[in-house]
């Protein structure tokens, strides 16, 4: 187990100081132990040897625990802004290779030929979850992939 990937560096802190305020958006507030089993809850429902998540979603706390949830399970995520269009929605999520989506409801027919989660605001934590997840993963393991507009 490597203790220098995001999410063990995080889990450090929530052992630390469990009730310290992590995030929180106009909807929510989370600590840093809510958002902790809030990603264990979402990464228990992503199938197994995922290995790239696409993310349509508004920014949002969800959207952060969907982030930890994915890198808990050692894939790595592909972030995407809803009001991109259709077509480089498309696009970007075949060139990235994605397997999975997580987004919320509102945006479920944006890509529909890819299985998915929805998530959307107050999704329900569940606190009987345990942190069982990928513990192979690698410091230099893919994170993320990140397109831009080409502009810069």
Same mark, same amino acid.
């Given at each position: ?17 469990? =009730?310290?305020?992590? $995030? !929180?958006?106009?909807? &929510?507030?989370?600590? &840093?132990? #809510?958002?902790?089993? $809030? ?8 199938? @197994? =040897?995922?290995? &790239? /998540?696409?993310?349509?979603? #508004? ?24 009001? !991109?269009?259709?077509? &480089?929605?498309? !696009? ?21 030929? /890819? ?10 934590? =569940? ?5 069982? !997840?990928? @513990? =192979? ?16």
């Amino acid at each position: 187990m490597n203790n220098n990937v995001i999410y063990k560096i995080y889990k450090t802190k929530v052992i630390e100081e469990p =009730n310290t305020l992590a $995030l !929180f958006d106009i909807n &929510r507030k989370l600590t &840093r132990c #809510e958002l902790d089993k $809030l990603s264990d809850t979402i990464a228990m429902q992503l199938p @197994k =040897n995922t290995k &790239r /998540v696409g993310i349509i979603m #508004e920014h949002s706390v969800e959207m952060i625990a969907a982030i930890f949830a994915i890198l808990k399970i050692g894939a790595a995520y592909v972030p995407v802004e809803p009001f !991109f269009p259709k077509e &480089r929605i498309k !696009f970007m999520m075949k060139e990235s290779e994605i397997d999975f989506i997580i987004t919320n409801s509102k945006y479920v027919d944006i890509v529909t030929d /890819v299985k998915g989660l929805k998530i959307d605001t107050g999704y329900s934590i =569940n606190f009987e979850s345990c942190d069982m !997840f990928n @513990k =192979n993963i690698r410091e230099n393991d893919l994170a993320y992939i990140l397109y831009t507009s080409g502009t810069t």
